[in-house]
């Protein structure tokens, strides 16, 4: 069995945290191939000391940075397609808007692909981290809060051949983890 220490560290939004500049937020937590993502974000909600529920979602993406799928929260899972299907002029629009015009054509064709026929969504309480195959995953994107948007970039640190035989774990912390709503007397 694999053991994978992933870091999960804080996108730099919402708008309403304003960490020091430089200074990341971030936390390392292990996990073993068979942790589902619905773990994975239980221990992330525990790591960023949160205490309201919301909706969350986790998204792979490859290597050029093109989304491959979404995992919604089991309650939110409907099984249907990862995101609404683009007729191809809207997809140009997306590819001229983001300035990807000059990026290599098999990326751009495997964005078309994905956008016109999206792949199904993925529940987040089956699927385990062994099925996202990380050894060759780029990053997995997490968004907690839909209203909020606490977004997340989680990379594999490290994996090695081992039994973690208990629920995930928050092995390390680094910067200072933001409240989850924000004192409104600030």
Known sequence: MTVYTLRVELAPNP???D???GEEVWCDIEVDETHTLEELHEVI???FDRWDAHMYEFMTYDADGIATRSYAMPEQYEGGPSWPAMEPEQIERAISQVGADNEPEGAKERFRELRQNPPEEGNASETTIGEL???VL???YYEFDFGDSWE???TVEESREESLDSDPVIVEKQGPIPPQYRDPAE
């Open 19 to 21: 960490p020091d500049e």
């Open 152 to 154: 997340h970039i989680i």
């Open 138 to 140: 780029k990053w997995l």
């Open 133 to 135: 195959n990380p050894e």
């Open 15 to 17: 708008p309403m945290f």
């Open 45 to 47: 909600f525990e790591a």
